[in-house]
Structure formats: C-alpha cells, structure tokens
C-alpha cells in the first residue's frame, strides 16, 4: 500500500531537530541543584578574634572566618556529594578546599579535576560574586559547589 499523506522530509527533519534540542535543554536542567535539605546542619563556622563583618560588593556583609557546607548534584548514574571549606576575609574568598565522594568511577575524575582547579577560579573573589559554572572540564559538580557556596552565604550572614 502506498502512504499518500506522507509528511514532507524537511518537515520531519524540522521536528526531529526541535526535539532533539528540546532534550538537550531539558538534560541541561539536570546539572542545576540544590543542596540537601539534610546538609543544613553540616556548616561550621571558626570566627576569628574580631566579630566585625565585612562589607561584600553585592548584597551581603559577612563575617570573616571559615566556613565548610555540603553540595550535592545528579549526574546521569547517581547524585554525587561534595564538601566545600571557604575561608572568608572582609567577604573575600581567601582559600578554599574541596572535598568530594565519589560514586560512580566517571565522577572520580570529574571530580579530581573539579578540585585541581576551583582554586584559581575563587580565591580572591567576593562571596557574592562567586558562582562557578564548569571548573577543570567538569560542569555538574558547579553545581554542587555552588549550592555548598549558598549555604554558607547563609551562616556567614548570621
């Protein structure tokens, strides 16, 4: 049997495009998280002798000192967690230290190159400023650092 209603071979190739961006846009959503709700109680806080809080460049004044909170992200296997320890100075990133646990084996590198370069992406910068998107070729665990980064925007408010 001949089909006559055929759909013309242009328009097929039209719609199967549009889809396939349309996935890709929606898997671009999976690297946005937030961090655990269980993770609120994680952040320390060591503050140094002066309780005096620096002024941001943004919206914030926080208080100097360090500050560690957990991020997590969902990679395509599993959802991954990080530990982030940010040393804070007049609201300026003076050091940071990145911690991971990986599940999947992908994630090991992922995250082993995350770490090897977040350091020259953040330190320096002002709290409110910092906001990564994808450090040493990894873009998902952004995710999970810039959630641990929200989290102690938080406590170092307070």
Do not use: H
Request: net charge negative; charged share 20%; hydrophobic share 30%.
């Amino acid at each position: 049997m001949i089909r006559t209603t055929a759909v013309p071979r242009p328009i097929r190739v039209g719609a199967a495009a549009a889809s396939i961006a349309g996935l890709a846009l929606l898997a671009g959503c999976a690297g946005q998280t937030t961090a655990d709700s269980s993770d609120a109680g994680t952040s320390s806080q060591n503050p140094p002798a002066s309780a005096d809080a620096g002024s941001g460049s943004g919206t914030g004044s926080y208080k100097d000192g360090t500050y560690t909170a957990d991020g997590s992200y969902q990679t395509p296997e599993t959802v991954e967690k990080i530990t982030v320890t940010l040393t804070l100075q007049d609201s300026t990133v003076t050091d940071v230290q990145v911690t991971g646990d990986p599940q999947a084996r992908e994630t090991r590198q992922y995250q082993a190159d995350f770490i090897g370069g977040i350091k020259d992406e953040v330190v320096g910068k002002k709290l409110d400023d910092l906001s990564v998107d994808k450090v040493g070729g990894s873009s998902l665990t952004s995710g999970g650092f810039n959630a641990a980064v929200k989290e102690i925007r938080t406590e170092a408010s307070s």
